[in-house]
T-cell receptor, first 113, second 112 residues
Framework: RKEVEQDPGPFNVPEGATVAFNCTYS??????FFWYRQDCRKEPKLLMS???SGNEDGRFTAQLNRASQYISLLIRDSKLSDSATYLC??????????????FGKGTKLSVKP | DTEVTQTPKHLVMGMTNKKSLKCEQH?????MYWYKQKAKKPPELMFV???????INESVPSRFSPECPNSSLLNLHLHALQPEDSALYLC???????????FGPGTRLTVL
């Protein structure tokens, strides 16, 4: 059972392109949603939280659709420095008061000059 | 201080060695985590400590032994590891369990 599924990569795009990543999750009781980015041989770093109302941070826009159990990340005007693996992360709810991060397999983005 | 630090950065050990990985945060976070990450795979949760008590053990073999001496420190004791245990070991912390997590840089472990 795949709890968090992401678009298969890699995505190879030119600088300046707009690219969208999608993610679906299976547990309807999931509470919180995030996008992390991970550079090669580095730790995951929180990119942004994802809210039902949608949220934007500069060139990045994240959206959550609870009814469809679907999360998206849109990157506008791609930069070379955006090249990384983008991890869709869901905090599960397995009863009790605690959840833990459930990671998708990640989508690799490569931005070319 | 908004950092999670981990030592050592790299570790090479034999299958009969005993070693420890260390993790520290001074953000006042009450939940700390150990993850294992193999190449081209997402991190896999190993252990969760909440308020210094082990709350989740994701069926990790006993050759991995976590310890939380205080709210800022988290150790992972290693003994009789196998070559397939070679991976990046990531520590993370969050304000409370179930919150967004901040990761340390990881320890890259090689078991010979």
């Amino acid at each position: 059972r795949k709890e968090v599924e992401q678009d298969p990569g890699p995505f190879n795009v030119p600088e300046g392109a707009t690219v969208a990543f999608n993610c679906t999750y299976s547990n309807s009781a999931s509470q919180s949603f995030f996008w992390y980015r991970q550079d090669c041989r580095k730790e995951p770093k929180l990119l942004m939280s994802v809210y039902s109302s949608g949220n934007e941070d500069g060139r990045f826009t994240a959206q959550l659709n609870r009814a469809s159990q679907y999360i998206s990340l849109l990157i506008r005007d791609s930069k070379l420095s955006d090249s990384a693996t983008y991890l869709c992360v869901v905090i599960g709810d397995y009863g009790g008061s605690q959840g833990n991060l459930i990671f998708g397999k990640g989508t690799k983005l490569s931005v070319k000059p | 201080d908004t950092e999670v630090t981990q030592t050592p950065k790299h570790l090479v050990m034999g299958m009969t060695n005993k070693k420890s990985l260390k993790c520290e945060q001074h953000m006042g976070h009450r939940a700390m985590y150990w993850y294992k990450q193999k190449a081209k795979k997402p991190p896999e949760l190993m252990f969760v400590y909440s308020y210094e008590k082990l709350s989740i053990n994701e069926s990790v073999p006993s050759r991995f032994s976590p310890e939380c001496p205080n709210s800022s420190l988290l150790n992972l004791h290693l003994h009789a590891l196998q070559p397939e245990d070679s991976a990046l070991y990531l520590c993370a912390s969050s304000q409370d369990a179930g919150g967004r997590e901040f990761f340390g840089p990881g320890t890259r472990l090689t078991v010979l």
